[in-house]
């Protein structure tokens, strides 16, 4: 084989991996059928239930938030995320948390009820609040915020189904602005960090 062959070949496999990597990210990451939308479209008040009752995003203007969507048999992406979270609060300051809030969104309403929700956000972080909604809710916040997510039957299982979601960190300014979405391998340092440029 001649030289410049031997140099092509890999350099030509590496182009290619990047470009099925690109691929495989830009499609697991945005809502199916919201190809279209920028970043800019994205955001907004929403209106869920927690454990306490009734909560809209509007409730926590002048503090900074951050979004999660998750559920609870979720078996480690989200108490990962959920520590990501928790590890950032506990970098702030005592007057820095308190203009700092956290919420947890269920994609799974079905069974994850506001009670064991609470239960979980809490094992994390007491400025982390747990909310879901009906089904059609859900689907509107998450497409709100370009959420991907999908139910897969599961067969002989007791699960039934598993959920299949994008994983990110929803950041929003106290007027209530969503300022970036951080992925999944975000450090609680990057995160604290974005949180107190916004403070």
């Known amino acids: 084989m001649k030289p410049a062959l031997k ?4 350099t030509f496999g590496m182009l290619l ?3 099925l990597i690109s691929f495989y990210v830009s499609t697991t990451t945005k809502k ?3 190809s279209n939308r920028t970043f800019s479209d994205l955001g907004g008040n929403f209106t869920l239930t927690s ?3 009734t909560i809209s995003l509007n409730d926590y203007k002048d503090e900074v938030v951050v979004l999660y969507f998750g559920y609870l048999s979720c078996a480690d992406v989200c108490p990962t995320s959920m520590s990501v979270i928790s590890n950032a609060f506990n970098k702030l300051t005592n007057t820095q948390i308190k203009q ?3 919420i947890f ?3 799974d309403p079905d069974r994850d009820n506001t009670t064991d929700i609470e239960k979980f956000t809490r094992y994390f972080h007491k400025k982390i609040i747990g909310v879901t909604g009906s089904k059609t809710q859900i689907a ?3 497409e709100q915020y370009g959420v991907y997510y999908n139910t897969d039957k599961l067969e002989n299982s007791l699960m039934d189904y598993s959920v299949d979601h994008a994983s990110r960190f929803y950041i929003i300014n106290k007027k209530g602005k969503l300022i970036t979405a951080m992925s999944h391998s975000t450090t609680p340092n990057e995160l604290a960090a974005q949180i107190m440029e916004l403070l």
């Open 105 to 107: 969104i269920s994609v």
């Open 17 to 19: 991996l990047t470009v």
């Open 7 to 10: 140099w092509l070949i890999p």
């Open 51 to 53: 454990k306490n009752g």
């Open 32 to 34: 199916l059928g919201q």
């Open 100 to 102: 700092t809030q956290g």
């Open 140 to 142: 509107e916040v998450s």
